[in-house]
């Protein structure tokens, strides 16, 4: 114990001592920091010898692609590669595989986008080829719907506006200004001369209406009226486009009217039956009737189809047009009242549809105009209402059901009966076969 503290006591009052063992501390901190250091270095180069490995591997990779591509032009797609590349970061060795993946996304974009113009020109290309082909089927005994018959559909566009085109169009523009729109121009004409044709023979029936009495102070006139609808309208306006230029439309304004011809016939095409509709003036039209007071020529009622009348309200209305048509056909409203016509008028079936009253007005009215008429049907109560408007009844009968018989009579005899006459009582009362003059 003394001797440690002799020790101490030395140590305390040696200077070299004390500047010794400062300088050992530091040599040993000296080593403690170089063996750190070497430690980091240490790993430092390990990380480098495995960057190294990692970079041999990768310049072992590129090569191999160099060698699988000896064939690519990079001079060639030098120019587009700078493209793609422009808008990514600055080329290193750390983000060599991010770049590459970046590029790779780009192209793929680039390719999908193109694929699908590709898609879409394919689909617009086959839609054409098909309405091509509708419209020329001639052409499909070489051409086809599809790819593959691209080509062969170019040189046909190619021959068709080097050659075909050339060739035929000047007999084209004969054949619009000459003879296409001509017929169309002619078509027009002839519907609007039907037009005339019906508003006057309306006009001639409206004049012998005004002979007729309709009522004790009335008589009645027709009226045409255009159908609703926009079906003839369209039609007319469409027909009238294609002439709206005259018969020999001027150079710029040749391909439009062959379109709206072009138009207008495809639509005759399509619809047969509406074609014969609007081209049928008969239908552009309905009638309605006007009945007026004689005195001051005043609507006192119309009649739209006799829509709303009764039976025999529509029975007396129809006698009567009948009856003006009929005097108009012949010429007897401007006729001379004994002039010598021919006005031969066959009724079959005349009054089984009719009441009384309205039956022997039907025959007054044929009475007054004078017609010569041929009354069939069968002789029942109702046939006997032409009795007095007739001068020879003719009547056919089979009483035993083997053989027909035919007896002509006088308007007179059959209103004497058959006792005066001498005739057997079934050849009046019978019913005679639905064939029966009178």
């Known amino acids: 114990m003394r001797l440690r503290t002799e ?8 200077k070299e001592l004390r500047a010794l063992q400062e300088r050992l501390r530091n040599i040993d901190t000296a080593i403690q920091a170089g063996e750190d250091d070497l430690r ?9 010898r495995d960057r190294l490995e990692a970079c041999q591997r990768r310049t072992s990779d590129r090569e191999q692609q160099l060698a699988d591509l000896s064939g690519f032009d990079h001079d060639g797609l030098e120019a587009a590669f700078a493209d793609i590349t422009a808008g ?39 839609a054409g080829m ?27 566009l190619h021959r ?37 044709a019906i508003e006057g023979r309306i006009e001639e029936i409206n004049e012998a209406l005004r002979g007729i009495d309709y009522a004790d102070d009335t008589y009645v006139q027709l009226r045409l009226v255009s159908r609703p609808g926009h079906e003839v309208a369209e039609f007319r306006r ?27 016939l495809e639509q005759f095409q399509r619809d047969p039956e509406g074609t014969q509709r609007v081209t049928d003036v008969r239908t552009w039209f309905a009638a309605g009737v006007r009945e007026l007071r004689r005195s001051d020529d005043v609507e006192v009622n119309y009649y739209a189809a006799t829509t709303g009348k009764s039976g025999g309200q529509k029975a007396k209305l129809a006698f009567t047009i009948l009856a003006s048509a009929l005097s108009a056909q012949y010429g007897l409203s401007t006729a001379a009242q004994d002039a ?17 009253s309205n039956s022997t007005r039907a025959m007054q009215l044929f009475s007054q105009l004078g017609f010569q008429l041929l009354i069939v049907g069968p002789f029942d109560a109702k046939a006997k209402l032409a009795v007095p408007f007739v001068r020879t009844i003719h009547l056919a009968s089979n009483p035993s059901g083997n053989s027909s018989r035919l007896i002509a009579l006088t308007r007179e005899q059959v209103e004497a009966g058959p006792e005066a006459n001498g005739l057997q009582s079934e050849a009046l009362q019978s019913p005679p076969s639905p064939a029966s003059p009178a």
């Open 160 to 196: 068709i506006e080097e050659e075909d085109l050339p060739r035929h169009r000047e007999r084209f523009e004969h054949y619009l200004n000459e003879n296409l729109v001509g017929d169309l121009l002619m078509l027009n004409r002839r519907l609007e001369e039907h037009q005339e």
């Open 130 to 156: 098909s309405e091509f082909l509708g419209q020329f089927p001639d052409f499909r005994q070489t051409l086809e719907v599809g790819r593959a018959y691209a080509d062969s559909f170019a040189a046909v």
């Open 340 to 356: 010598p016509n021919f006005r031969l008028v066959v009724i079959d079936e005349a009054f089984s549809r009719t009441d009384e």
């Open 238 to 264: 469409s027909l009238r486009d294609c002439f709206e230029h005259g018969i020999a439309p001027a150079p710029d304004e040749r391909l439009r009217i062959f379109e709206r011809v072009r138009l207008l």
């Open 88 to 126: 990514l970061p600055p080329l290193t060795l750390e983000n060599a595989d991010q770049l590459t993946h970046s590029a790779h996304q780009s192209l793929q974009g680039r390719i999908s986008n193109e694929q699908r113009r590709v898609n879409e020109a394919v689909e617009k290309m086959v």
């Open 7 to 14: 020790q101490d006591l030395l140590e305390r009052s040696s």
């Open 40 to 48: 980091e270095r240490d790993g430092e180069l390990g990380r480098v």
